[in-house]
């Protein structure tokens, strides 16, 4: 499966240590964001600037090793897919054939 770049990395923020990355395509805010290697980076936590060239803030994980993050690629992550919960789909089961 082929990575989806998001953009380039440009500064870690001073304020709140969120790095900021020029867009080159189009994301959502809570998008996981993974780097080269797939490894989970974090999520966009605030998208800004204007409209032909926007930028993002991503809300890097704690103890995530950024170094210098100038021109690093960053990529859409995948989040993990949710467990079956067997426990609802029995109740729910019951609830049906009770009403039945």
Aim: net charge positive; glycine share 12%.
């Amino acid at each position: 499966m082929e990575k989806e770049l998001i953009g380039k990395g440009l500064h870690v923020s001073k304020g709140n240590g969120n790095l900021i990355v020029l867009l080159e395509s189009e994301t959502r805010i809570g998008m996981d964001i993974a780097d080269k290697d797939g490894n989970p980076m974090g999520k966009i936590f605030d998208v800004f600037g204007p409209i032909d060239a926007p930028y993002a803030s991503i809300r890097l994980i704690e103890g995530y090793p950024m170094g210098d993050p100038r021109g690093k690629p960053v990529f859409k992550g995948e989040r993990p897919k949710r467990q079956y919960d067997k426990r609802r789909n029995r109740r729910d089961r019951k609830k049906r054939q009770r009403s039945r």
